[in-house]
């Protein structure tokens, strides 16, 4: 209830459960005196009417320059990062502590000690040997806890420095200049620059703001953006009380408009957001711990952990009731330990069936997972992405449409204008990217046109309308270079003015009074300048006697065009802007976009006075933008190219051999949209441009969307998205999903949150997207680069894939301990393995080659797969089929191995009764045993190499996955030192890797052949399940054949229903599996 009373009214003080557990409140700069024990809220009420002067005194700062590098360097250290408090890292004491608290590993220890009791009250108390077993299998328990914490360790590490790489960054100034800084270093004082789409990074007093409007829904609950000022307003008699003060801006607030300066009044958990956080924390108590009082992660899990960790639950019941069936049967025939035929048969089942059990349950594959993840996402980071959620890895290999924007992401957003049209005339703009001084703007009979008055008027006003800059920095090799600050499609403008002559400082000249920045929903940016004399400029357009105001327009043409009534003409006069003429200026607007040029409009209007009481503060920025957009005269047009970038037709035509079709959402002109399109290999020759692309006023045709399987229609074919708002990509996301699609979404501004978030994939740019983007989406191109969302794709898929391959290696290993012990017990011989040498064989030959099977490189032909079903099980049934067969092949093998030794060393015996007859029967007995241990530790590290791929033959790349190498090579030498080593062979691992001769290790050599032939002839059925499985997602994923659709804007229009795709049919077994599964 306090919780809600703070977030319906912000200004109730806070009252803490128990004050003592609170932490200090943030000590400020000038803060002394009586106002040191206000309560937080208010402090920042004061805050919000304190001068702003005086405000910046007190925190000892400067509006201007902002605060010292040194003097903020300080103040993090004294007041510490600007975040909210969040749980300690577990230490690596912590993880191994933890990794015992697993049920079976109890169950192991307690059947050591269990070992070392009964020993210690026998008749060998005396005899130190008699200890091994139970104290080995501790020390082995041990080591593998040892191993597990940290593997899982530098697992956490990995993803902590990649937390790290995503965090949020924000411009502030600093010893005069404004720089960006990474938001947990932000301190009080600072002055902080915002704009559209960045996120409020510390409570702030704003001293500056323009259109200024924050969504403070995650504060406040409430759901409209509020507006902002900087002005501190008197409260009106009767006005209601506002949840938040106007001039402040709070902490992990987006800002959805407008651009504005703040002070840093509160950082941490000394913010509003930080207080609320206590509040939760004091009511929700500690951190989650589970029964052992340790940490509880699991709500870190991403679903395929989640799931896997339920196939190891399910595994592990089916497991433990195999092992009680072996103890039941093993004690009722009187197994006793070889080693110690004086213990009672119960102890040495129990030893015997807690380690099989161990054997059996795959604990190893969470930690396997995580290590793929944590180090696959460390992989992307080099292919240019960034993954903000881990579940987006699982995901990436699902995907099965991508929406991408275009500029910047399918190209390369350096836009060069090589076109205008001024006053009636056009012109050709030359010269090659940035560079001011090459190239010039020529008529089209080619003599130079720089001086002409529409190419200075258009190029002015232009200017008056950006807030980019150009200037010569250097590049990372230290080479001069002109480069633009700014919005991407103002730099050719910039550009272009300063090639005709207009000064780099010319702006200056004209004063700003008013800017309404670009927003998706206008299509358009307006200014208002300080203008004067009787021409804008020397060779510039006459300006009206009495004109003081100069409003610019500059956007989407065909909106700009829609405003104006007037047109500038060669000689300065103004004529009438026609239906006619509007038509014809479309058609050069038209060929621009055939050409795949973006062409931007440029307008404006003389005002003698602002249309509006500027002395009146209640007056919205909309409104101001409604009464200075009317009556524009159009000024002319500039038409810039954006070429694709490199490698981006490739990548989607590697795209649809994947099966994942490309859609292209941009607000360009359809013709532009269009030419593009096929300039990258979206749009093929053979497509049919009316039903392929599509502006998106089709879409909502009377201002509402189309019927859910209208629009399903039309999203199922079309490639192309042109004029498209930030809600239609919402729409056509959601269009997508409800056809059982994986969408990946591309997004960069404010509204393209909601798309962003709803995708299947949320994919935000590095470059030019904004925080609010950032924060909503799963991953980030570093490069805003088309081809890193397909390499992700791949990357994605390859992980994966490596999961696959390690969990099916993981099984069909402990499948086959499991039958190898379980028919010694029931057919009468000799048990083959000691518990010690079960726990030996996982520590050693398991979980090794299973970590470098989840680094495996992807297959050639990964990206010709068809995307999997997003709700595909982990282990498909034919999977299931190939870990049963290979299980089996081991268990044939190794089971053959070890009868043919038991023959020759026991005398041609092979049944337990027997054989404990027979003289020195433990050292002939140890004998067989080391040749079956000595076999299927090659034959595993075979099985380890022929999982790499579930078609490919083994010798296919052996060398290509370095881990593997290692792997093996260290299983290698820990097998013949555990069973070459006196004493540690010996007298506690029970080996006599010394003794078996020759004939031994050739008969041993026999298993990793057999299991090599077996296995491999049963990859022939596992490689036709492959391909079925395969063909099936084909058949599913094949569109149902409809007619050419055109959508007439009548919502009741007559459509062809959708046809259904048929499920592919499951057989039993894969019912069965997938229930017990």
Not at 61 to 84: Q, V
Not at 100 to 108: A, G, K, N, Q
Request: include cysteine; glycine fraction near 8%; charged fraction near 20%.
């Amino acid at each position: 209830h306090r919780i809600l009373k703070l977030l319906r009214d912000p200004r109730e003080q806070i009252q803490f459960p128990n004050t003592e557990e609170m932490p200090p409140p943030q000590k400020k700069p000038g803060k002394q005196g009586s106002s040191a024990q206000l309560s937080q809220m208010d402090k920042q009420a004061e805050d919000a009417v304190t001068p702003i002067d005086a405000l910046a005194t007190q925190y000892k700062t400067d509006l201007n320059k902002g605060l010292s590098t040194k003097k903020a360097a300080e103040i993090l250290e004294r007041d510490g990062p600007n975040e909210l408090e969040k749980p300690p890292k577990p230490t690596l004491l912590l993880l191994f502590l933890m990794q015992l608290t697993s049920f079976i590993i109890i169950l192991l220890m307690v059947s050591a000690v269990a070992s070392v009791l009964v020993n210690a009250t026998g008749p060998k108390a005396g005899d130190p040997l008699s200890y091994t077993t139970g104290i080995a299998i501790g020390i082995i328990v041990l080591i593998n806890a040892g191993i597990a914490a940290w593997t899982e360790s530098k697992a956490g590490d990995a993803l902590e420095a990649l937390s790290k790489m995503t965090q949020a960054n924000i411009y502030v100034l600093r010893d005069g200049k404004e720089v960006q800084v990474a938001v947990p270093t932000v301190v009080a004082g600072d002055i902080v620059v915002l704009g559209t789409g960045d996120v409020v990074p510390a409570d702030l007093r704003l001293f500056e703001a323009k259109d200024f409007k924050v969504s403070e829904m995650a504060l406040t609950g409430e759901p409209d953006d509020v507006a902002k000022t900087h002005k501190v307003k008197e409260k009106k008699d009767g006005a209601p009380e506002k949840l938040t003060p106007e001039t402040m801006a709070f902490s992990g607030c987006s800002i959805t408009s407008g651009v504005g300066k703040g002070l840093v009044v509160d950082t941490g958990m000394s913010t509003r957001i930080g207080r609320i956080a206590q509040l939760i924390n004091g009511d929700a108590g500690a951190r989650k711990t589970t029964c052992f009082c340790f940490p509880d992660t699991s709500a870190n899990q991403t679903p395929l952990q989640q799931n896997l960790n339920k196939l190891g639950a399910r595994i592990g019941v089916l497991a433990i009731i195999i092992c009680i069936g072996i103890f039941i049967i093993g004690w009722l025939t009187d197994r006793k330990d070889p080693s110690n035929p004086d213990s009672p048969a119960w102890l040495y089942m129990i030893l015997v069936s807690v380690t099989l059990a161990v054997a059996a349950i795959p604990e190893g594959i969470p930690l396997c997972v995580t290590i793929s993840l944590s180090i696959g996402c460390s992989d992307m980071v080099q292919q240019e992405v960034l993954v903000r959620k881990i579940a987006a890895v699982e995901t990436l290999g699902s995907a099965s449409v991508i929406c991408s924007d275009k500029t910047g992401t399918l190209t390369e957003g350096k836009m060069t204008m090589v076109g205008m049209y001024a006053a009636g005339t056009t012109y050709e703009v030359t010269g090659k990217g940035f560079d001011p001084e090459v190239g010039g703007v020529m008529r089209g009979d080619g003599t130079d046109g720089k001086n002409d008055m529409g190419v200075k008027s258009s190029l002015l006003t232009a200017i008056l309308c950006c807030n980019t800059t150009l200037s010569k920095e250097k590049d990372e090799a230290g080479v001069m270079k002109w480069t633009p600050k700014g919005n991407s499609s103002e730099a050719p403008i910039v550009v272009a003015a300063r090639k005709v002559g207009l000064s780099e400082n010319i702006a200056s000249d004209y004063p700003r009074v008013l800017e309404v920045p670009f927003s998706s929903s206008r299509k358009m940016m307006l200014t208002v300048s300080k203008v004067g004399g009787t021409h804008l400029c020397a060779g510039g357009m006459p300006l009206p006697p009495g004109t003081n105001y100069l409003a610019v327009c500059k956007g989407a043409p065909n909106y700009i065009i829609d405003l104006c009534c007037e047109q500038l003409r060669a000689d300065g006069s103004v004529d009438k802007l026609t239906d006619d003429d509007k038509a014809n200026i479309l058609k050069i607007v038209d060929g621009y976009s055939a050409r795949a040029l973006c062409v931007l409009a440029i307008a404006s209007r003389p005002m003698s006075k602002m249309p509006y009481d500027e002395s009146n503060d209640d007056i919205t920025t909309d409104q101001k933008f409604e009464a200075c957009r009317k009556q524009l005269r159009l000024i002319g047009l500039v038409a810039s190219i954006d070429p694709e970038r490199d490698g981006v037709p490739d990548s989607v035509v590697a795209a649809r051999g994947a099966g994942i079709r490309v859609v292209m959402i941009t607000g360009d002109y359809l013709l532009t949209a269009i030419a593009i399109a096929k300039n990258v290999n979206i749009l093929q020759p053979s497509d049919d441009v009316e039903t392929s692309a599509m502006d998106c006023a089709n879409l909502r045709p009377d201002g509402e969307y189309l019927r859910p399987e209208e629009m399903d229609m039309i999203t199922r074919s079309t490639r192309v998205f042109a004029r498209a708002k930030p809600e239609d990509k919402l729409e056509i996301v959601k269009s997508i999903q409800r056809q059982g699609q994986v969408a990946a979404m591309t997004g960069d501004g404010v509204n393209d949150a909601p798309a962003l978030n709803q995708a299947d994939i949320g994919v935000a740019m590095g470059i030019q997207g904004t925080e609010v983007a950032k924060g909503a989406s799963d991953m980030v191109l570093t490069d805003d680069n088309f081809c890193s969302i397909v390499n992700a794709v791949e990357k994605g898929r390859s992980i994966y894939a490596g999961i696959q391959k390690f969990v099916a290696f993981i099984m069909s290993v402990h499948i086959a301990e499991v039958m190898q012990i379980f028919i010694c017990i029931v057919v009468g011989i000799p048990v083959m393995r000691t518990p010690l040498q079960i726990l030996f064989l996982i520590l050693v030959t398991d979980l090794p080659p299973s970590i470098a099977l989840g680094m495996e490189p992807g297959e050639a032909h990964i990206l010709k797969m068809r995307p999997r079903p997003k709700e595909e099980p982990i282990v498909l049934m034919w999977m299931w089929l190939a870990m049963i067969m290979n299980g089996a092949v081991l268990t044939v093998v190794v089971v053959a191995v070890y009868l043919i030794s038991l023959i020759n060393y026991c005398d041609g015996e092979v049944l337990q009764s027997n054989i404990y007859l027979l003289d020195s029967y433990e050292v002939r007995l140890s004998k067989a045993q080391t040749v079956a241990f000595i076999s299927l530790v090659w034959s595993e590290n075979i099985r380890a190499y022929i999982s790499r791929s579930f078609t490919n033959p083994m010798w296919h790349d052996i060398l290509g996955n370095k881990h593997m190498q290692k792997a093996i090579v260290m299983a290698q030498i820990c097998l013949y030192v555990a069973v070459l080593t006196p004493y540690l062979s010996d007298r506690i691992l029970g080996l006599r890797g010394l003794e078996i001769g020759f004939f031994g290790w050739v008969l041993a050599l026999a298993g990793p052949v057999g299991c090599f032939i077996l296995s491999e002839s049963c990859k022939l059925i596992s490689a036709y399940q492959a391909k079925k499985h395969q063909d099936s997602l084909s058949m599913a994923d094949t569109p149902p054949a409809a007619a050419p659709i055109k959508v007439v804007g009548s919502k009741n229009a007559k459509m062809a229903a959708p046809v259904p795709v048929q499920p592919v049919k499951k057989g039993w077994f894969q019912c069965c599996m997938g229930g017990i599964f």
